[in-house]
């Protein structure tokens, strides 16, 4: 017990720690006093209607922008004043929600600068060739998201469910300990839908995610644990299950969820 | 003799020359034809044309190319890279000989040269930390800024810049017993440098750093996102177009023989972009492209001018024009016309061949 305090207090319990985050755009409250954490390798909804603030804490918990007030904590270290590329630096990744691809370079390209983007030698001189290690990993996370069959194609000639697809490859770069994604689903097709909850139940154990996403049937098969939004605050939390038989959840999502 | 010299040759130096065999193969013919061009025109030019038409292009071209560099690849539209190449140029005139002993402190010139480089790409990357946390329009102002206030310092300060006159008599160094200000010397020393900052360019495109460069200029947020610091991305690309800019201003001193507040006044500096702009900002041929029609314009245009019973002070009226017509038919300079119409001349080439195929049959 008086362990399990100590480890709460230096904060390495938990993979990401929201305490408080409050953001405002002008007069408007997208998140008020958030406060939530999770565990190393947990696989999380987060649910809620337009505008309940959930990409808004994407947002915060990236460095996109900064909250107004509260702290965001990373595997224990407060990252809240870090700047984006620090905290992905540290094993944090994002998709997004609409995706934000290089549409001019191939697919392989895209991957390989998100592999760069996360080692050494982002400021290489020396142009990368075939048996450049990060062009193998590049190789790999293309299997992965089953894009093998358009490695050499050009980003604006893709489908737009295979372009969802490279946005998850993107946020896989290198050694990530926690990724955030921003609607993975939205847009695609059943098959696709089906090839995507693969693609999730097939990464890392020890590879935690947070998953935003509308259609409670993909997020309760990929989750561990779901967080209901309403409004810029947390609504509920709870395993799957609870979530979906909640009463309270079922007027919100069935009930039109207005106020 | 070829095969028993390859007979001869060590496995390791046939598969190097292989490489650069194969590398050699994939250079496109027609820039086999344009270096070729470019290493024969003394044979056939006289002196004013090398030196006035073709080594002054180069060198603008040069220090185009360090905005084409920032532009087209990093997004950023400095108006600082003519001042970099005055403050080369200044350090060059100060650190080694001019006409004026009392500054010059006669280094030799590879100390001189160095120094120059150095402390004009160190002023590229000052300009540049302030200007990255700006965007578009504001990073324009903000360069134009700085230019303008070098140029306003250096016409009061007479004690490091010798004021409004600034410094005549700075040559280049006779080396190899060559005199490198002769028109045919000039016209290769400034094709040399040309052409290294084209092929440094084109290949920093594709490496990752330049990879990066464009990522940063077409979605900065999602390199953010992928572990990259867009502002130090930035502020490299304005060490390398600094190294660029540096070269060319010193060439250009040396090839007027004078480094004064006029080189980099407001006019010079904006005739960079506008160089930049008519040849293309897009793609690092543009700026040497650009820097020709500029020159030819701006010497020629005067005895065209005059020819029509025209004052010659207006030959900037025919650069303008110019600018004009080509920004109105192409946003992507003469490169941009070039692509436009070069698929369609070959497509209908072919179909020209096919008929005469028919025909023949």
């Known amino acids: 017990m008086s362990e399990q305090s100590l480890k709460q207090d230096i904060g390495t319990e938990y993979a990401l720690e929201l305490r408080g985050v409050t953001k405002q755009f002008g007069a408007l409250?997208?998140?008020?006093?958030?406060?939530?954490?999770?565990?190393?390798?947990?696989?999380?909804?987060?649910?809620?209607?337009?505008?309940?603030?959930?990409?808004?804490?994407?947002?915060?918990?990236?460095?996109?922008?900064?909250?107004?007030?509260?702290?965001?904590?990373?595997?224990?270290?407060?990252?809240?004043?870090?700047?984006?590329?620090?905290?992905?630096?540290?094993?944090?990744?994002?998709?997004?929600?609409?995706?934000?691809?290089?549409?001019?370079?191939?697919?392989?390209?895209?991957?390989?600068?998100?592999?760069?983007?996360?080692?050494?030698?982002?400021?290489?001189?020396?142009?990368?060739?075939?048996?450049?290690?990060?062009?193998?990993?590049?190789?790999?996370?293309?299997?992965?998201?089953?894009?093998?069959?358009?490695?050499?194609?050009?980003?604006?000639?893709?489908?737009?469910?295979?372009?969802?697809?490279?946005?998850?490859?993107?946020?896989?770069?290198?050694?990530?300990?926690?990724?955030?994604?921003?609607?993975?689903?939205?847009?695609?097709?059943?098959?696709?839908?089906?090839?995507?909850?693969?693609?999730?139940?097939?990464?890392?154990?020890?590879?935690?995610?947070?998953?935003?996403?509308?259609?409670?049937?993909?997020?309760?098969?990929?989750?561990?644990?779901?967080?209901?939004?309403?409004?810029?605050?947390?609504?509920?939390?709870?395993?799957?299950?609870?979530?979906?038989?909640?009463?309270?959840?079922?007027?919100?999502?069935?009930?039109?969820?207005?106020? | 003799m070829a095969q028993s010299e390859t007979v001869s040759a060590t496995d390791a130096t046939k598969a190097r020359k292989s490489e650069l065999g194969r590398k050699l193969a994939t250079v496109p013919a027609n820039v086999w034809f344009v270096a070729i061009i470019l290493l024969l025109v003394p044979t056939f030019t006289g002196d004013f044309v090398q030196y006035q038409v073709f080594g002054w292009s180069f060198v603008l071209g040069l220090i185009s190319l360090s905005l084409m560099f920032l532009a087209g690849y990093g997004g950023m539209v400095s108006l600082v890279q003519m001042t970099v190449a005055a403050v080369a140029g200044y350090c060059v005139a100060i650190f080694g000989t001019s006409g004026v002993a009392e500054i010059s402190m006669g280094w030799p010139w590879y100390l001189s040269v160095i120094a120059a480089i150095l402390i004009a790409t160190l002023f590229c990357v000052a300009t540049g930390a302030l200007a990255v946390r700006t965007e578009g329009i504001y990073t324009i102002m903000i360069t134009l800024a700085i230019a303008s206030a070098f140029f306003y310092f250096t016409r009061q300060n007479y004690t490091i810049f010798n004021g409004f006159t600034g410094f005549n008599g700075v040559l280049p160094p006779h080396l190899f017993g060559i005199d490198w200000r002769s028109p045919t010397a000039f016209y290769y020393l400034s094709l040399f440098w040309a052409a290294a900052g084209y092929f440094a360019v084109v290949y920093v495109s594709r490496t990752p750093f330049g990879l990066a460069l464009q990522g940063v200029r077409d979605n900065p947020r999602r390199m953010a996102a992928l572990g990259y610091s867009v502002n130090a991305h930035r502020i490299a690309a304005y060490a390398f177009a600094g190294v660029l800019a540096a070269v060319g201003g010193i060439l250009l001193t040396w090839s007027n023989g004078q480094i004064s507040p006029g080189t980099a006044a407001v006019g010079p500096v904006i005739d960079i972009l506008v160089i930049a702009v008519i040849g293309g900002i897009n793609t690092p041929i543009g700026p040497f492209i650009g820097a020709l029609i500029y020159v030819v314009l701006r010497t020629y245009a005067l005895d065209f001018l005059v020819a029509l019973n025209l004052s010659g002070e207006r030959f900037k009226l025919l650069v303008g024009l110019g600018f004009l017509i080509i920004v109105y038919w192409s946003p992507d300079g003469v490169c941009g016309l070039w692509n436009k119409f070069a698929p369609k001349l070959r497509l209908k080439r072919k179909e020209n061949a096919s008929t005469e195929g028919k025909t023949d049959v």
């Open chain 1, 29 to 259: 409250n997208a998140l008020t006093d958030i406060t939530m954490s999770i565990r190393p390798g947990e696989r999380r909804a987060v649910l809620g209607s337009n505008g309940a603030g959930k990409t808004t804490l994407f947002n915060c918990i990236t460095g996109d922008f900064p909250p107004t007030s509260g702290s965001v904590m990373f595997f224990g270290e407060d990252v809240t004043a870090f700047p984006a590329h620090e905290r992905i630096r540290r094993g944090l990744r994002r998709t997004y929600q609409i995706s934000l691809l290089f549409d001019g370079l191939t697919v392989r390209d895209n991957v390989y600068l998100a592999c760069r983007g996360v080692s050494r030698g982002r400021f290489s001189m020396r142009r990368a060739n075939g048996d450049d290690a990060l062009m193998h990993a590049a190789e790999n996370l293309i299997d992965i998201v089953h894009l093998d069959d358009v490695r050499e194609a050009t980003v604006s000639d893709l489908s737009y469910g295979q372009q969802r697809q490279l946005e998850i490859a993107l946020a896989l770069a290198g050694a990530p300990r926690l990724v955030l994604l921003d609607e993975p689903a939205a847009g695609l097709s059943p098959s696709e839908r089906k090839d995507l909850v693969s693609i999730l139940g097939r990464l890392p154990t020890h590879m935690g995610y947070v998953i935003i996403e509308h259609d409670m049937d993909v997020a309760l098969r990929v989750a561990d644990r779901v967080t209901m939004m309403h409004n810029g605050k947390i609504f509920k939390d709870g395993a799957p299950e609870e979530i979906e038989n909640d009463p309270e959840v079922q007027a919100l999502y069935l009930g039109g969820g207005h106020d």
